[in-house]
């Protein structure tokens, strides 16, 4: 049985609640049963959630085109085209989470640093190889 007070499981037959030592008296002869705790309803917008998990999914391949970047430098197309890829799905992903007033993911922001850091080293890459073939011809 139940201390209607506290509702501790209790052995029948006792006079006092071993929990909260209120006095149980003639009541523990009677079944009490426990009291139903209201669980808490969490009314969360779908739209929300959903908006949420695409920006997560952005936030990731923003994270791997700013990371392939690197390896695409070795055809000068190829870095450019990830490294853009990454920072355009890094900044929309951020976007997001400022909407709902989340801080930015960091995952993005990689993508979006990586993705920058591959870009500038294809102009130096680019500007080094116009330098060197302009001072052999």
């Known amino acids: 049985?139940?201390?209607?007070?506290?509702?501790?499981?209790?052995?029948?037959?006792?006079?006092?609640c071993p929990l909260c030592e209120e006095s149980l008296g003639e009541q523990n002869?009677?079944?009490v049963p426990p009291p139903v705790i209201p669980t808490p309803v969490f009314e969360e917008d779908s739209q929300e959630i959903v908006d949420l998990a695409?920006?997560?999914?952005?936030?990731?391949?923003?994270?791997?085109?700013?990371?392939?970047?690197?390896?695409?430098?070795?055809?000068?197309?190829?870095?450019?085209?990830?490294?853009g890829v990454g920072i355009f799905m890094g900044m929309t992903s951020n976007q997001i989470?400022?909407?709902?007033?989340?801080?930015?993911?960091?995952?993005?922001t990689a993508g979006v640093i990586f993705g920058i850091v591959a870009i500038l080293l294809t102009i130096v890459w680019t500007l080094f190889k116009i330098m060197v073939h302009s001072d052999l011809g």
Request: charge should be positive; proline fraction near 10%; hydrophobic fraction near 35%.
């Open 54 to 83: 695409n920006a997560n999914s952005k936030a990731n391949l923003a994270l791997i085109f700013g990371l392939l970047s690197f390896p695409g430098l070795l055809c000068c197309l190829f870095g450019p085209i990830l490294g």
């Open 97 to 108: 989470f400022r909407r709902y007033k989340l801080p930015p993911n960091g995952k993005a």
């Open 29 to 31: 002869s009677e079944p």
């Open 1 to 16: 049985m139940h201390c209607p007070y506290c509702a501790e499981q209790i052995e029948d037959g006792c006079q006092k």
